[in-house]
C-alpha cells in the first residue's frame, strides 16, 4: 500500500526543515542512549550449512562473523549471494571484479577503471545514467547510500571487505531496503579474521594498484586498518581514473555479552569520462571520443575540450554495538558521512556538498511463543541528507564553469520500521511473515529564488509472506510474495537542460513525481548433492509507475517521468557448481565448473511503448568458467561472458547493442604461506563490442549512444602476507 502527497508548489518554510532536523537528532539522541543492539547482516552465495543457534555464551566481537552470515542467508526465503573476497583468486579492485560473476546481478562496465559501472539487479534502477539508485548500499549493515536513494558506487570499496552478502528484491525488506534491486552490504574485514598484508598490481593501459592492510588483536580488543591507491589511464582516450582510500575499525568486548565496533571510511575517487559515440565510432575506432574526428558531432561535443569528468571525496565514520544474552539480540548504530561530488557532463558542472547521518536499531528476539522455535526482528531506522546543489553551465573552449544557473537545497530523510516473525512449521518447514513501514520525504528549496520549492512526502507499507522447506540438511526450496517502494532521487526530480550551441539559455526545473511500485512473486531453490551446487531463483514482477529516465539527442539532458501503463520485470537466476574429477592429473587435484546465467524479460504493459522490451538489460547473458586447481596452489580458470542477443538501447526498440562472446583467463600460484601469484586475462581474442549504453525513447544511428567495450588487457599482480 502506497501513499504519495506533493504538498505544492509553495514557498517553503525554513521553520519545517528545522523540526525535521531536530526530529531526527532526537531519535539519534534517544537511540544511543537506549540500550545496545543486535542484527546485522550477512549472505550466502549457495547457502549449505548447518543451523546456528544463539546462546547464552559471550557476544563475538566481530559481527557478523562468517557462520552467522551464512546461517542468516539460510533462513531468507528468497534469492540472496555471499561472496567471500578473500577466495577470489585475481583481482579484488572494483565491484566488478567481485559481483560480476555472481546470479542476479548484471554489471555493466563503464571503461574499464574505478568509475561508475551500471550495477542492475531484477532491473533496479536500469534507466538511471550513470546508476545512481535502485539498490540499498551497506557498509556494515549501515546506509551508504544518501537519504534521497542516491549513491555514488566509486565508494565501494571490495578490497577492505571480508565478504559481500547480496539480498536481491524484496528480500531486503528487514535490513531497510525498500527497492526492486535489494541490498548489498559489505561487511568489513576485522582483526579477529584478517593478517597484516600487502598487494601490488600492474596491467594494461597502465593500471597500478598497490594496497596494504594491518590487523591486530588482544584479549579484549582488535583493530584493522588498510590504505589502497588505484590508477588507470583507460583503453579510450580521455579515460583516465584514479582512486585512493583508507578503510580501517576498532572493536571491543566492553562486557562479556556487550561489543562494540568503530568504523572509519575516506575515499576520493576521480576518473575521465570518455562519452558515448555513434555506433559506427563504437565499431571502427573504439579507442576513439568525440573531438578525435573531423564530423560536426565532433566539433559540438569535443570531449577534450569540454573536459567530462568526475570528482567524489567522502569521509564517513559510524558505530555499532551489539548485546547477546540467552536469546535476546540488539544492535545500534550510527554513521555520519560527508560528500563533495562534482559530476562534469560535456553540457554542465553539477557541484553537490552533502552531510548524511542516521541510526539503525534491530532486535532479534527467539523462544516458544506462537510456536516452537519463533523468532521476532524488529528494527527502526532514521536517515537525513542536507544537500546543496549547484549547476553551472560548461564552457564548451575549456570546460571551466560559465554561469550559475541554479542552486537548490535538498532536505531528504526516511524513517523506516520493519518487523518479521518466523515460525517453525514443521521440522522442516519455516515461515516468514514481514512487514515494512516507510515515510520518505523530498524537499526542495531554490536558493536562487527562480523557482517555486517543492515538498514531496512517500509513504508505503511493504508487506511480505515467504516460506522455507528444508527438503534436506543441504538442500532448501523457497517461495515468497512481497512488494517494494522506492521513492524518486533528486537526479529524478530534478532536470537540467542545457543547449551546446547556447549554454547560456541553461535552466533547471523541477518534476512531479510518484513513487514506483512493486509486487513480486518469487520461489527457487539452493543446495548440494553430490559434486552439484546449485542456487536457483525464479520471479515476477508487476511494476506501477516505474521511474523512467530519457535522455535527448546530446545523450545529456534528461528527463525522468512515471510510466503510468505499467510494466512487468520477471527472469531467471541461475548458478550451477559442478565438481567432475579429483586425483586426475596429479594427486590432490580437482577440476569443477560454474555456469551463471541470468534470464532478464522485461517489457512494457501497455502505453506508449507497449509490448516493447525495457531498453538496458540483455535479455540473456551466460558465463562460464572451468577451473583446475593443484594441491601446490596452482589456479587456472578460463572463462567466457557471452551475451546472446541483442540488447535494445531505446524503448521504442530501434537499435540495438551487438550481442558479444569475452574470453579471459584467470591464473594463481600459491607460492608458499606468505605469498601469491596471479594473473587476469580480460577479452583475451580482442572482441569489438560495446559494453553499455544510454538510454532513449526512439534514437537513430547518428546519436551518439555507445560506450565502447575495452580491449586486450592482462593484469598481474602478488599478494604477500605476514
Known amino acids: 500500500m502506497f501513499t504519495y502527497h506533493n504538498r505544492g508548489l509553495v514557498k517553503q518554510s525554513k521553520s519545517l526543515c528545522k523540526s525535521k532536523r531536530k526530529y531526527l537528532s532526537l531519535c539519534l539522541t534517544l537511540a544511543m542512549c537506549s540500550s545496545p543492539v543486535v542484527a546485522d547482516t550477512g549472505k550466502a552465495d549457495i547457502v549449505i550449512d548447518e543451523h546456528i543457534e544463539v546462546s547464552s555464551r559471550p557476544v563475538e566481537r566481530a559481527f557478523p562473523t562468517l557462520d552467522e552470515a551464512r546461517a542468516e542467508l539460510k533462513k531468507v526465503a528468497g534469492g ?28 555493466q562496465s563503464f571503461f574499464g577503471g574505478n568509475d561508475q559501472p551500471r550495477l542492475n539487479i531484477r532491473g533496479s534502477g536500469v534507466q538511471s545514467n550513470p546508476v545512481n539508485r535502485g539498490v540499498q548500499l551497506l557498509q556494515d549493515g549501515l546506509a551508504l547510500n544518501q537519504a534521497d536513494g542516491s549513491f555514488v558506487i566509486g565508494f565501494l570499496e571490495p578490497k577492505s571487505a571480508e565478504m559481500v552478502a547480496v539480498y536481491r528484491g524484496a528480500n531486503a525488506l ?126 559540438l561535443l569535443n570531449v577534450y575540450n569540454r573536459d567530462p569528468h568526475r570528482d567524489s571525496q567522502m569521509a564517513r565514520v559510524a558505530n555499532k554495538t551489539r548485546f547477546s544474552n540467552d536469546n535476546l539480540m540488539q544492535e545500534l548504530g550510527v554513521f555520519y558521512q560527508q560528500v563533495d561530488d562534482t559530476f562534469t557532463d560535456p553540457l554542465s558542472h553539477s557541484v553537490t556538498d552533502t552531510d548524511d547521518y542516521g541510526m539503525e536499531y534491530s532486535l532479534n528476539l527467539t523462544g516458544d511463543y506462537l510456536s516452537e522455535h519463533d523468532e521476532l526482528f524488529v528494527s527502526f531506522s532514521a536517515s537525513q541528507s542536507d544537500m546543496t546543489r549547484r549547476y553551472y553551465a560548461n564552457n564548451p573552449m575549456n570546460g571551466s564553469k560559465m554561469q550559475e544557473y541554479g542552486r537548490l537545497a535538498f532536505d531528504a530523510n526516511n524513517l523506516m520500521l520493519a518487523l518479521q516473525w518466523q515460525a517453525q512449521l514443521h521440522d522442516d518447514v519455516q515461515l516468514a511473515v514481514a512487514a515494512q513501514w516507510v515515510q520518505a520525504n ?41 512488494s517494494t517502494s522506492e521513492a524518486p532521487t533528486y537526479w529524478e526530480l530534478v532536470s537540467s537542460t542545457v543547449s551546446p550551441k547556447n549554454p547560456a539559455a541553461a535552466k533547471i526545473s523541477l518534476n512531479d513525481l510518484q513513487a514506483q511500485e512493486s509486487t513480486t512473486i518469487e520461489f527457487g531453490s539452493s543446495g548440494q548433492v553430490a559434486q552439484t551446487q546449485w542456487n536457483v531463483a525464479l520471479y515476477r514482477s508487476e511494476v506501477d509507475d516505474e521511474l523512467i529516465s530519457i535522455v535527448n539527442d546530446f545523450a545529456v539532458n534528461g528527463k525522468t517521468d512515471n510510466y503510468h501503463a505499467g510494466t512487468i520485470h520477471q527472469g531467471v537466476e541461475l548458478e550451477v557448481i559442478q565438481g567432475f574429477a579429483q586425483d586426475m592429473l596429479a594427486k590432490g587435484d580437482n577440476f569443477d565448473a560454474k555456469l551463471v546465467y541470468n534470464y532478464s524479460d522485461f517489457y512494457f504493459d501497455g502505453g506508449e511503448y507497449d509490448g516493447n522490451q525495457i531498453a538496458g538489460i540483455p535479455t540473456h547473458l551466460a558465463q562460464f568458467e572451468l577451473r ?95
Open 628 to 722: 583446475y586447481q593443484m594441491a601446490n596452489g596452482f589456479y587456472i580458470a578460463p572463462n567466457i561472458k557471452w551475451q546472446i542477443d541483442d540488447t535494445a538501447i531505446d524503448h521504442a526498440n530501434s537499435q540495438y547493442q551487438d550481442s558479444y562472446t569475452l574470453v579471459g583467463l584467470q591464473m594463481a600460484y600459491q607460492v608458499n604461506e606468505q605469498i601469491k601469484l596471479y594473473l587476469d586475462g580480460q577479452n583475451l581474442t580482442d572482441e569489438v563490442y560495446q559494453t553499455s549504453y544510454v538510454i532513449r525513447g526512439y534514437s537513430n544511428q547518428a546519436q551518439p549512444s555507445f560506450l565502447p567495450g575495452f580491449g586486450p588487457s592482462v593484469t598481474l599482480g602478488v599478494n604477500m602476507s605476514f
Open 174 to 299: 528487514r535490513y531497510g531496503g525498500t527497492t526492486l534491486g535489494g541490498a548489498i552490504n559489505m561487511i568489513s574485514k576485522n582483526g579477529t579474521s584478517t593478517s597484516p598484508s600487502v598487494r601490488l598490481e600492474y596491467g594494461s593501459d597502465a593500471r597500478l594498484g598497490a594496497s596494504g592492510q594491518l590487523a591486530g588483536q588482544s584479549d579484549n580488543w582488535d583493530y584493522f586498518i588498510s590504505a589502497s591507491k588505484d590508477s588507470y589511464d583507460g583503453y579510450r582516450n580521455h579515460s583516465e581514473s584514479d582512486r585512493s582510500s583508507v578503510n580501517g575499525n576498532i572493536g571491543v568486548n566492553l562486557t562479556q555479552h556487550i561489543a562494540n565496533r568503530t568504523y572509519f571510511q575516506w575515499t576520493d575517487n576521480v576518473f575521465d569520462i570518455p562519452f558515448v559515440v555513434p555506433k559506427a565510432r563504437a565499431l571502427s575506432n573504439p579507442e576513439q571520443v568525440l573531438g578525435d574526428g573531423n564530423t560536426p558531432l565532433d566539433k
Open 80 to 107: 540472496t549471494n555471499l561472496v567471500e573476497i578473500e577466495k577470489l583468486p585475481a583481482r579484488q579492485a572494483t565491484l566488478q571484479d567481485a559481483l560480476g560473476f555472481e546470479p542476479g546481478i548484471i554489471m
Open 442 to 482: 523530498r524537499d526542495i528549496t531554490d536558493e536562487m529564488s527562480l523557482l517555486h520549492n517543492q515538498k514531496n512526502s512517500y509513504d508505503s507499507i511493504n508487506p511480505k509472506i515467504g516460506i522455507n522447506y528444508q527438503v534436506s540438511d543441504e538442500v532448501r526450496v523457497f517461495a515468497n510474495v512481497s
